[in-house]
């Protein structure tokens, strides 16, 4: 079992930065980040692989958003810049054991999700 523990969330204006931060309890090779807008779907955000350093983002996240790990401390962070109103949902670390991806299939481990809220 892995447990993640999100934080970092928060309410910002049109054009603000947020930077959100997951601990793991163990480490695991593939971590990301989704969200989930009210009434929509969860999707997919980024996620990085500890083996080869590769990171990959949604398109629309793209050159705003940045996924970091620190596997010393067993964390994950994405920075966020430049948000938008479509930003707005609630943000879920996750971990994946087998395939890493970024679906939500492909996670194993989630976090209790934590709130971003993006003002205009």
């Known amino acids: 079992q892995v447990q993640l523990v999100e934080s970092g969330g928060g309410s910002v204006q049109t054009g603000g930065s947020l930077r959100l931060t997951c601990v793991e309890s163990?480490?695991?090779?593939?971590m990301g980040w989704f969200r989930q807008a009210p009434g929509k779907e969860r999707e997919g955000v980024a996620r990085?692989?500890?083996?080869?350093?590769?990171?990959y983002y949604a398109d629309s996240v793209r050159g705003r958003f940045t996924i970091s790990r620190d596997d010393a401390a067993n964390t994950v962070s994405l920075e966020m810049n430049n948000l938008r109103p479509e930003d707005t949902g609630v943000y879920y670390c996750?971990?994946?054991?087998?395939?890493?991806?970024?679906?939500?299939?492909?996670?194993?481990?989630w976090g209790q999700g934590t709130q971003v809220t993006v003002s205009s």
């Open positions: 990085v692989i500890h083996r080869d350093g590769f990171s």
């Open positions: 163990r480490y695991t090779d593939c």
């Open positions: 996750a971990a994946a054991v087998n395939v890493c991806g970024l679906l939500v299939s492909d996670f194993d481990y």
